[in-house]
C-alpha cells in the first residue's frame, strides 16, 4: 500500500483528499516536481528543490519550507514506503478559497500532497543494449512560460497525446522560427560531428534538472564537447545522434524521428560515452 502526504498527514494513498474549491483542481494554480531515487538515494535534490522554489516565488505561492525541511518531508515519506527505486511527486498549489475567483486570494495556506510511484532500474550503459526511442515532431502551441513547472499541463498533455497516437514514444517541439524548444515532456539533446548541443534556458523550455546534470557533468570530464544555443529543425533532422532527457527516462536514445532513422538508425557512441559520465556522477547534484 502506498503511503502519501497530504498537508501534515501521512495516509494511503486512496484516502488522500483535496477540496473541491482547491485552486490546483481549478485553475491547476500551483508548481510540481518529480524526483528519482535509485536505492532510496534521490538525484539532484537541491536542483529540484531549489527550481521549486523559485517556481513558487515567480506564481507568489507563500510557502516557506527551505530545502532542508523539504528533505525532511520527503525522507520520512520513503521511510515509510517499500521499494528501491521511486518517483516521488511532490505538488504544490495556492490552496483552498472559499469561492472561485480568478485573482489570487489572500490568507489561504497552500496544499503540499506528495506520493511515491515504482520506477524501472536504470538503462545500461550499453549502447546495444538500451532501448531506443521513435519520436515525432510539431509546432510549440503551448503557453510562452514553459520555464515554470507548473501544473497547468494541458498543453503537453495534448502534444504527448498526438505523439501517443501516432505510435511514437514522445514528440519533439519547435517554435514558429523551425527552432527546437523541447518535447511534450522533457528536454532534447543533439549530437553533430561529437558536438553535443542542447536549446538554451529561456521561456520556451524547463529548466529541466537532469538537462543540467548531464551538461555539468560532461563539462566537468572534459571528453565531450557541449553547447547550449539555438538550434533549427534542419539540425535535428540531420543530427548524427538525438537525445530525450527527464527525471524518468535519465537520456534516452532516440532513432526514429517523423518515421525517418536519426543517423545511421542505431544509437550512437556519443551517447554511451555521455550517458557513463552521467551515471557515474548523477549523486553528486
Known amino acids: 500500500m502506498s503511503i502519501a502526504y497530504v498537508n501534515g498527514a501521512f495516509v494511503p494513498l486512496e484516502e488522500a483528499r483535496i477540496s473541491p474549491l482547491d485552486r490546483g483542481f481549478l485553475f ?64 504544490v498549489s495556492r490552496g483552498a478559497d472559499t469561492k472561485r475567483f480568478h485573482a489570487y486570494p489572500e490568507n489561504v495556506e497552500p496544499t503540499i500532497f506528495a506520493f511515491t510511484f515504482g520506477i524501472k532500474d536504470p538503462e545500461p550503459v550499453d549502447r546495444s543494449a ?27 498533455v495534448m502534444h504527448f497525446q498526438q505523439g501517443h497516437a501516432s505510435g511514437n514514444n514522445e514528440i519533439l517541439l519547435y517554435n514558429q522560427k523551425n527552432e527546437l524548444t523541447e518535447g511534450s515532456s522533457c528536454n ?35 571528453s565531450i564537447p557541449v553547447e547550449e544555443r539555438t538550434i533549427t529543425m534542419d539540425e535535428v533532422r540531420n543530427a548524427d545522434e538525438i537525445w530525450i532527457t527527464s527525471s524518468s527516462k535519465e537520456i534516452a536514445p532516440v532513432t526514429r524521428l517523423d518515421d525517418q532513422p536519426v543517423g545511421n538508425g ?7 560515452k555521455a550517458f557513463r559520465i552521467y551515471t557515474d556522477r548523477k549523486f553528486d547534484y
Not at 542505431?266 to 554511451?272: N, Q
Request: proline letters at 4%.
Open 28 to 91: 491547476g494554480d500551483g508548481i510540481y516536481e518529480v524526483i528519482p531515487y535509485y536505492n532510496r538515494k534521490p538525484v539532484g535534490f537541491a536542483l529540484h528543490m531549489q527550481r521549486m522554489i523559485n517556481g513558487l516565488k515567480a506564481l507568489e505561492i507563500k510557502c516557506e519550507k527551505s530545502i532542508d525541511e523539504w528533505r525532511q518531508l520527503l525522507d520520512s515519506l520513503i521511510d515509510q514506503n517499500e521499494g528501491s527505486n521511486f518517483g516521488v511527486y511532490l505538488h
Open 130 to 156: 538500451v532501448h531506443a526511442y521513435k519520436v515525432s515532431s510539431t509546432e510549440d502551441l503551448r503557453w510562452k512560460r514553459c520555464n515554470i513547472k507548473s501544473t497547468s499541463l494541458l498543453g503537453n
Open 188 to 222: 532534447v539533446f543533439i549530437v553533430k560531428d561529437g558536438t553535443v548541443i542542447t536549446p538554451v534556458e529561456d521561456n520556451q523550455i524547463l529548466p529541466g534538472i537532469t538537462r543540467r546534470i548531464i551538461i555539468d557533468s560532461i563539462k566537468a570530464d572534459g
Open 266 to 272: 542505431e544509437v550512437g557512441p556519443v551517447w554511451e
